[in-house]
C-alpha cells in the first residue's frame, strides 16, 4: 500500500470512532432512555433468570443487543456510567463498521476494474465509502442511543464484507446474527440467498446452488438455538421475534392512516390519538402467550389492509418516501438539522444511484449489496418506518455510492 492508503485505513474509522465520542458524549443522560426495554432484558440475563420481562418469559424483543450490552450492564449499572461506556462501545462499533465498509469496497474495486491483485487498490470506491460510513448523520445519532441500529449495521456489513470475499458460510453467520439483533435483515439474507443463484457470470449452477446452500444453512444454524429455545418457553420455534405482528398492524390501521398518511406533511404519529390506538391493542391481547398474540396482530392488521386496498397502496409510497427520506420531520427536528442532513443526504443518494447505470454493479458480487439495500427497503413497504430505519443498510449503501463515485470518476477521465 501507498502511505495515504495505509494512513487512511485506519484514520477514516479512527474520525467515525471520534465523532460518535463527541456527540453521544454531549448527550448523556443520569437514566438513559429505554424504550424497548433492552437494560431490564439484560438485567434478567445478568441475574440469571434468563430472557424475561416483568417475570415472564419472552421472545418479544430480539436476544443478541441484551446478550451484548449486559457486560456493561452489570460493571456500570443503568444510569450515567453506563451510558457513558455504551457510547464508547458504540462509538468502537462504528470505527469497526467504517472499518468493514472500506474492505468490502476495496475488494469490490479489485473485482471491478478487473485487476489481476487480491490486495486492496486505492480507488475513489474506498475513501468515499469510508467518509460517508463515518460522518452519516442517521448513524451518528445512534451513538448515545439504547438501539439496535449500531450494532445491526455493524453486523449487516460483516456480511457484506465476507461475500465480497467469496467467504459464504462466514457471511451467513454475520446475517444470523444481525436477524438476532434486528430481525427484519432476515429477508436481507434471504433475498441474497436468491440473488446468488441468477447467472450473471461464469459461475456454473452448481457451484451457485453451494454457495447460496452454505449462506443459508450457516444462518439457520445460528438461528437455531434461540429457535429451540422458544419451542420450549412458547411450544413454537420463533426464530426472530414476536414483535412483526405489532409493527405491521402499528403502520396499517385507521389512526396513523388518518394522522399520517392522509395528515399534514411529515406529520409524527404520537399524542393521545396514538396512546388510545396503543391501549386498545393492549386489550385485544392481554392475556395472551406471545405467539398468539403476535398472531392476532398480524391477523387484525392483514383485515385492515385487505379491506383498504387503495389507501394501502398510498401508505406503501409513503412509508417508501419516509424510509429513504433525505432529512427527517420538521416537527421533530429543527431547520438547520434538517439543512444538514439534506445537504449529505442528496449527493450521497445521486453517488447511490449512479452506480446502478455501471453494468457490472448488477454483476455478483455486488449484486448482493442490491439484494441488501433492496430487501430492508421492501419490508418497510409494509412494515412500521422512518428514517431510523435504514440505519443498518447505511454503510451497503455508502458501498454503491463508493462504486457510483468511481463510475463516474472512470468517465470524466475517458
Given at each position: 500500500m501507498r502511505h495515504f492508503e495505509r494512513f487512511s485505513i485506519f484514520a477514516i474509522p479512527a474520525m467515525a470512532v471520534l465523532?460518535?465520542?463527541?456527540?453521544?458524549?454531549?448527550r448523556l443522560q443520569d437514566i438513559p432512555t429505554d424504550p424497548d426495554h433492552y437494560i431490564p432484558l439484560a438485567n434478567s440475563l445478568i441475574s440469571g433468570k434468563g430472557f424475561v420481562f416483568d417475570g415472564r418469559p419472552t421472545a418479544y424483543r430480539p436476544p443478541l443487543y441484551p446478550v451484548v450490552i449486559s457486560p456493561l450492564v452489570a460493571i456500570f449499572g443503568h444510569g450515567r456510567d453506563f451510558h457513558t461506556a455504551l457510547v464508547v462501545f458504540q462509538a468502537l462499533i462504528g470505527g469497526a463498521t467504517t472499518w468493514l465498509a472500506m474492505r468490502a469496497a476495496?475488494?469490490?474495486?479489485?473485482?471491478?476494474?478487473?485487476?489481476?491483485?487480491?490486495?486492496?487498490i486505492w480507488t475513489s470506491i474506498w475513501w468515499f465509502t469510508g467518509v460517508l460510513t463515518a460522518f452519516d448523520p442517521v448513524l451518528v445519532s445512534q451513538a448515545p442511543l439504547v438501539m439496535t441500529e449500531t450494532l445491526a449495521a455493524f453486523l449487516l456489513t460483516g456480511a457484506i464484507h465476507a461475500i465480497m470475499h467469496n467467504r459464504f458460510r462466514c457471511a451467513g453467520l454475520w446475517f444470523g446474527a444481525s436477524a438476532l439483533c434486528r430481525p427484519s435483515l432476515l429477508a436481507c439474507m434471504m433475498l441474497t440467498v436468491l440473488a446468488r443463484l441468477i447467472p450473471t457470470h461464469s459461475a456454473p449452477l452448481k457451484r451457485r446452488l453451494a454457495d447460496s446452500a452454505r449462506l443459508a444453512i450457516s444462518c439457520g444454524i445460528l438461528l437455531l438455538p434461540w429457535g429451540l429455545r422458544n419451542m420450549a418457553r412458547f411450544g413454537e420455534p420463533v426464530l426472530t421475534t414476536t414483535h412483526g405482528g405489532y409493527t405491521l398492524a402499528l403502520?396499517?390501521?385507521?389512526?396513523?392512516?388518518?394522522?399520517?398518511?392522509?395528515?399534514?406533511?411529515?406529520?409524527?404519529w404520537?399524542?393521545?390519538?396514538?396512546?388510545?390506538?396503543?391501549?386498545?391493542?393492549?386489550?385485544d391481547t392481554v392475556g395472551l402467550p406471545e405467539p398468539e398474540a403476535d398472531r392476532r396482530m398480524k391477523a387484525k392488521a392483514y383485515a385492515f389492509i385487505r379491506s383498504h386496498p387503495v389507501e394501502f397502496l398510498i401508505a406503501s409510497i409513503h412509508?417508501?418516501?419516509?424510509?429513504?427520506?433525505v432529512a427527517p420531520s420538521a416537527q421533530v427536528f429543527g431547520g438547520r438539522v434538517r439543512s444538514?442532513?439534506?445537504?449529505?443526504?442528496?449527493?450521497?443518494w445521486i453517488f447511490a444511484l449512479f452506480a446502478l447505470t455501471f453494468r457490472k454493479t448488477w454483476n455478483w458480487p455486488t449484486l448482493a449489496i442490491l439484494a441488501v439495500i433492496a430487501s430492508l427497503a421492501m419490508v418497510h413497504l409494509v412494515y412500521w418506518t422512518d428514517i431510523r430505519m435504514r440505519a443498518p443498510i447505511v454503510p451497503t449503501l455508502a458501498i454503491l455510492a463508493g462504486i457510483g463515485a468511481e463510475s463516474a470518476v472512470r468517465r470524466i477521465k475517458r
Open positions: 465523532i460518535r465520542l463527541a456527540f453521544g458524549l454531549s476495496s475488494r469490490a474495486g479489485v473485482l471491478l476494474l478487473e485487476t489481476n491483485s487480491d490486495r486492496p403502520a396499517n390501521n385507521p389512526v396513523y392512516y388518518e394522522d399520517v398518511v392522509f395528515g399534514p406533511p411529515g406529520a409524527v404520537t399524542g393521545p390519538r396514538q396512546q388510545a390506538w396503543m391501549d386498545s391493542i393492549g386489550t412509508r417508501q418516501l419516509r424510509f429513504w427520506a444538514t442532513c439534506t445537504i449529505w443526504t442528496v449527493p450521497f
